[in-house]
């Protein structure tokens, strides 16, 4: 097999140039010595020789020039087979066109067509011979190692082919492909690489049943996300393990990898039916093009993706600031890595020491703050209210001042969907630090401004993990009540509001994302099972476990007396301000401040106090 994929490489090809110099001199001979009778043979080659040297000279040329020696013929396409007809047509037409000259419309003009004919068909049936042995030494070699799995593929489009195209030629991949699925009609039991389609998503089920398949894959690249999370939920109800084959730029064929590098799991991002957010990229450049910028929590989940996202529009300075020194590193040496000619300055602070902060604003000067810093765990804040109240409220108020006395031109404080009519510490911690930003937005040039949204996919303690996690293990998988939902979005999407918030702020927003609908929990734990190739509650449990403290059975995004107010961003809104006065605050932080080392309850009770919507469950 290793001399067959070789072929054309190197001294190979020389190989190739000899045979296709000698083929055609042997068949414009054979073609002669048919069609002229013996003792008129010699006669006849003496008067056409020059001829056929002409004929039999312009193959070579035309093979390079055409650079026919370059392509590989195990691989080769539809354009590469022109290359070589345009190189039969050029050496059929040389000798055509010399016998005219010579002797004009006689029998030696039909020889010389009836030659170039047969030249063709010898030259295209030696390439086409080269890529039958290799499929079948290929073919064999697979049987050997191991039985491929029965697949069937969803899109019958350019992903696909090229799935397609590297089960036959690749021997990392072994799938035995029983059909494709397209919604065109024209497609139908249309042929793509030995591959039938045969049928639209209405079909998926019945397919799988009947052709017995054992896996699905998902290849189609240019889909929006509505259909494509309906297409996954089909899949899922078939029973099959579905996995998604990643985009060209991943391609069998170009990575060369293990099946595993090019296929991936169905994550929710995929069955939300929400399309990306798209940003105007022109506001958010004309923000931090060439300024400094400053990112407390700069080594979390959503902190880190700021940094990301915020390098790409060529800061000045980008100034990382985190307490925790592991993940932080993570990120700096990732940053450095990607951005080696960007400025990036990593520290490690806590946000409650406003000394820290001081120095930190004093030395670098940042023009903006994304303020993402803060205890985010819901149940974790229960136990401990007052670490809540000391990282995410005063940590706040004292990065928010610090940002005002040292000339900040704006700042972006990272809120949640749990600060709306709160249950649980966290939320209310949240709330309280919307209070502050729009506080302080009253008593201060810099301009405040907080974005809220959602559950983060992909975020430290997300559901989804933990979800793989526990079916990897056999189960069960435990969701805390039947009827639970939550709105979802990813990293990527939260730091992208997040800067175009930056962008439209005036200062004293608070910007909200239309998420669209929220998500089942339970709906999505069944989804995850079926998607791995498992059937939920029979070959994975799926348990409740009960809320846990401080959690509610669904989240908002708007409290009910804040109205919605539209920006230049079809998704983004901005919800309307509840009056509080700087005095007020005070009082407030003045309350909570009292309470930092007392117990559990007292903690919780003065936090009802300071924060009116906040509706303690008095169950945990």
Known sequence: MNIIAQLGKGRKRWIFAALD????????????????????????????????????AVYPILFFIFRIYQISWVYCNAWECVRLIAVCGGGTVAGICASFIRFGWDSRFKLSLASGFIIFGALIGSRLLLTVLFRIMQERQKEQTRRPKRALVIGAGELAVILLRDNSYNNRVNFDIVGLIDDDPAKLRQKVHGATVLGGRDDIERIVKEKNVELIIFA??????????????????????????????????????EPEKYLRNVEIEDLLEREPIRLNNTLIEEELKGKVVLVTGGGGSIGSELCRQILRFEPAHLVILDIYENTTYEVQNELEEKYPDQKITVLIGSVRDKARLDEIMEQYKPWIVFHAAAHKHVPLMEYSPAEAIKNNVFGTYNTARSAAEHGVRRFVMISTDKAVNPTNVMGASKRMCEMVVQTMEKCSD???????????????????????????????????????????????????????????????????????????????????????????????????????????????????????????????????????????????????????????????????????????????
């Not at 048919?34 to 043979?41: L, M, T």
Request: proline share 4%.
């Open 21 to 56: 110099a000698i083929v055609p001199l042997l068949i414009i001979l054979v073609v002669d010595l048919i069609a002229i009778p013996i003792s008129e043979f010699g006669a006849f080659i003496a008067a056409r020789w020059y001829i056929t040297l002409i004929q039999i």
């Open 446 to 620: 810099t301009e405040f401004v907080a974005v809220r949204f959602g559950n983060v996919l992909g975020s430290h303690g997300s559901v989804i993990p933990r979800f793989r996690k526990q079916i990897e293990q056999g189960g069960p998988v435990t969701v805390t009540h039947p009827d639970i939902t939550r709105f979802f979005m990813t990293i990527p999407e939260a730091a992208q509001l997040v800067l175009q918030a930056a962008s439209y702020a005036k200062g004293g927003e608070i910007f909200v994302l239309n998420m669209g609908k929220p998500v089942r929990i339970y709906d999505l734990a069944k989804k995850i099972i079926s998607l791995s190739g498992f059937r939920p509650d029979v070959d994975v449990k799926i348990v409740f476990t009960g809320l846990r403290p401080g959690e509610k059975l669904y989240e908002e995004l708007l409290m009910n007396e804040e109205g919605l107010t539209k920006t230049a961003h079809s998704k983004i809104f901005i919800g309307k301000q509840i009056d509080i006065t700087e005095d007020e605050l005070k009082d407030k932080l003045a309350k909570l401040e009292s309470v930092l080392h007392a117990d559990v309850e007292t903690v919780k009770d003065m936090m009802e106090q300071v924060v009116p919507t906040y509706k303690r469950n008095r169950q945990d």
């Open 220 to 257: 189609i690249s240019t889909i929006d996300q509505k259909s494509k999370s309906e297409l996954l939920s089909i899949c899922s109800k078939t029973g099959r393990r579905v996995m998604i084959l990643k985009g060209v730029e991943d391609s069998i064929v170009k990575k060369g990898n």
